[in-house]
């Protein structure tokens, strides 16, 4: 018997040369690694988990995007010597889901069954060239869940078993109006009614009084108090999509004899989903997205199983993710690591999220999905929004940078002054005075002037030199990311000759320090 890997501890793969490994307990919190078209991370962190996983003896599953991927795992698998394990599961084998539903858990599966087919719901919904991909309201999926639940139970009661063509039968002669419950005429026409009398008189498997109730106040009442336009909505989109069942290679995969059940991933099975969506297209989303569902609910069951089907950990690994996406996928990674269930996506950005996942807010429902991740891997990325992002979940650090500064300066001055000055002026008087005293008389007589003048010239000349310096020193502290967002596309290698076929990424992971780095991130580098 093969040995498995079974502590959590235990090391799967080497990061560093400074005894940095990833265990499965990292890998039991799942992977997510993101890179641009052609950045390599097929070739490395793809190729580096998958073969780690295989070395480890563990069983899974792997969703195909393009035909090659059939044979690129194929050959991966022989090289870490587990080909005897692969199952290909194309058309040429079968896992009729309803029957396998039925058979463990009979009428209290319904349930299961319901949810079952939302998800097909969904997937071919995500998977139309003409959806808009803003999903349904709640209302309408509340409206479709009611009408499978309450069809699937008085269909199983009626007859021990369901089929696709059943289904399409009885919600499609679903009554129209109040008048039809009651008309002769719908009746004997009515396949649908023909199988709630059987279920109500003569049923293979009785459901109890409350069920049976609960049955016929539906279809009486309920039903028929939904608006028109909605009932008639949801029974073409029921019918249109469980019609591809009846057809071709989804009825031969999912509705013929059972070969292939999830179960043999818990001893070993590598189960390739070789319906490749590039190939099978709108069949092969759908396909994928069912057993990928199917395998999940049995992972998560399965600790209440014996040992010996619970211990060995288990893989879900999904290259181009968003292609296969779908809304239970973040429920199951929340309680994946108890079932030691490993997740690996791998898709090209967020954009790609978006764009496929659907519901009412897609990006707020990718960003929580990839937010459940414990390990992310970044390789180059010419994605603005994706970059962005990765650098803001590394984060940021308190970053002390040197600043300096210096400069010196020089003066001159020269001059010279010259100028020419002159006065003159002149100034004249003259008096004249008379006076006596009887006889006697006397006078006098004067005169007097006088003139200057001057010039002078002065000139002088002036010269001045002086020189300054100064240097300054000091620091700057400031919060910056770790890794600046256009690094993802600067600084990354992707493989191929011109990188001497290495491949680098960022390896970032929540609550670990590296010894090589100090911190939880790492630049690894793989080879081709």
Not at 340 to 367: F, M
Request: with cysteine; net charge neutral; proline share 3%.
């Amino acid at each position: 018997m093969t040995t498995f890997v079974k502590d959590l501890d235990t090391p799967l793969l080497k990061l560093s040369s400074q005894n940095d490994f990833f265990s499965l307990r990292d890998a039991v919190t799942g992977v997510h690694a993101l890179g641009g078209i052609g950045s390599g991370k097929s070739t490395g962190t793809f190729s580096a988990l998958a073969g780690a996983y295989f070395r480890a003896q563990m069983g899974g599953i792997l969703t195909i995007a393009k035909p090659s991927g059939v044979a690129e795992n194929i050959a991966l698998a022989r090289r870490h010597g587990r080909f005897p394990s692969v199952v290909v599961f194309d058309e040429n084998e079968g896992f009729n889901f309803l029957t396998y539903l039925l058979s463990s858990q009979g009428m209290e599966g319904i349930g299961t069954v319901t949810e079952c087919f939302m998800r097909i719901l969904e997937a071919a919904k995500k998977a139309s060239p003409t959806a808009t991909q803003k999903g349904g309201e709640a209302f309408w999926e509340d409206c479709t869940r009611l009408l499978l639940r309450y069809s699937l139970l008085p269909l199983y009661a009626a007859n021990g078993l369901l089929s696709i063509e059943d289904i399409i039968n009885f919600v499609s002669s679903a009554p129209t109006c109040q008048q039809d419950v009651t008309d002769a005429a719908w009746q004997s026409r009515s396949f649908m009614y023909k199988n709630m009398d059987k279920a109500t008189r003569n049923p293979a498997i009785p459901m109890s009084r409350e069920t049976l109730k609960n049955n016929l106040d539906y279809w009486s009442s309920r039903w028929l108090q939904v608006p028109e336009k909605t009932r008639g909505n949801i029974i073409i989109t029921i019918c249109a999509t469980l019609d591809r069942f009846l057809h071709g290679r989804l009825k031969r995969a999912f509705c013929s004899d059972t070969t292939i059940v999830p179960e043999m991933t818990f001893h070993g099975a590598i189960i390739i989903l070789a319906m490749p969506t590039t190939v099978w297209n709108e069949d092969g989303v759908i396909g994928q997205t069912l057993f990928k569902y199917m395998w999940q609910r049995a992972v998560l069951t399965r600790n209440g199983l014996d040992k010996e089907h619970r211990e060995r950990p288990v893989f879900c690994i999904s290259d181009e993710a968003q292609e296969t996406v779908s809304s239970y996928d973040g429920e199951f990674l929340g309680l994946a690591r108890d079932s030691k269930a490993c997740v690996v996506n791998l898709t090209q950005s967020l954009p790609a999220y978006y764009a496929k996942i659907g519901g009412d807010n897609p990006r707020d429902t990718a960003q929580a999905l990839v937010g459940k991740f414990g390990t992310h891997v970044f390789h180059s990325q010419p994605c603005n929004e994706t970059n962005r992002w990765a650098a803001e979940t590394i984060g940021k650090v308190l970053t002390r940078r040197r600043n300096y500064s210096s400069g010196n300066s020089q003066s001159f001055n020269s001059g010279m002054s010259s100028g020419n000055s002159e006065t003159w002026g002149s100034s004249s008087g003259f008096g004249y005075s008379h006076g006596g005293s009887g006889t006697n008389t006397s006078s006098t007589h004067s005169y007097n002037s006088n003139h200057s003048r001057g010039g002078g010239n002065n000139w002088g000349h002036t010269r001045g030199q002086g020189t300054s310096q100064s240097e300054n020193h000091g620091y700057s502290e400031s919060m910056e990311y770790v890794i600046e967002p256009g690094d993802f596309a600067r600084i990354l290698k992707t493989g191929g000759k011109q990188n001497n076929n290495l491949v680098t990424a960022v390896w970032f992971q929540s609550g670990r320090v590296f010894n090589a780095s100090g911190s939880n991130v790492l630049l690894e580098t793989f080879k081709q």
